[in-house]
């Protein structure tokens, strides 16, 4: 995915010893902004500034997942990066892209699926802070591949495909990335997941 010579990495900040307290004056000092995006876990702070590459494939991602939830007849709710926190368990982060899917997305209070870009190297372990937010499942797209885990009593597991979208294939969804634009990455996977739906009802 070539995105051009402009500077594309990200950018982070580490704060140590900080209270919950000011954790939630961060958060409301930001405001409504999706960024920066602050991570924290039990007394550690993440400040992160996101490129604009990757907030160009986070984009991506997400579209494709619509476009793919459009041509299967999932009902879905974007909820972009939503901030989820737990006091008691000291923990609260934001994924760059999150979703319910269902006809009922109001009655469920956190995501179905976290999508996370990494794209320059961070510092807190993301599965460690969502395991205790209740994030059923976690993608980390990474050097061209999209990794899965989903949520086991104790921790996250690697698995093989999406049980949040059961058969969506992720190496296919992402051979569209490389688009010149989003409107042409996801009218050429709809043709592609179209045409395979046409090919089965041969």
Not at 16 to 42: K, Q
Not at 148 to 154: K, P, S
Not at 160 to 176: H, N, T, Y
Request: hydrophobic fraction near 35%; include cysteine.
């Amino acid at each position: 995915m070539d995105r051009g010579e402009e500077p594309h990495e990200d950018h982070y900040v580490h704060l140590y010893g900080v209270t919950w307290a000011d954790y939630l004056r961060l958060l409301e000092i930001r405001g409504e902004r999706s960024a920066p995006r602050i991570t924290y876990l039990e007394g550690t702070l993440e400040i992160m500034s996101p490129s604009r590459t990757h907030d160009e494939i986070k984009s991506y991602i997400g579209r494709l997942v619509e476009a793919w939830c459009l041509e299967r007849g999932v009902d879905f709710t974007p909820y972009g990066s939503w901030t989820l926190k737990n006091k008691r368990e000291e923990r609260g982060a934001e994924a760059d892209e999150c979703y319910i899917f269902g006809p009922e997305p109001k009655r469920k209070r956190s995501p179905d699926l976290m999508i996370d870009v990494i794209w320059t190297a961070g510092g807190i372990d993301k599965l460690d802070v969502y395991r205790k937010l209740g994030v059923g499942e976690v993608w980390f797209w990474e050097d061209g591949r999209i990794r899965v885990y989903v949520r086991r009593r104790g921790g996250y597991d690697a698995v093989a495909s999406s049980e949040a979208l059961p058969g969506i294939d992720l190496e296919q969804l992402v051979a569209f990335l490389d688009r010149p634009s989003a409107s042409r990455a996801i009218r050429d996977y709809r043709a592609a997941l179209g045409a395979e739906v046409g090919g089965r009802r041969r």
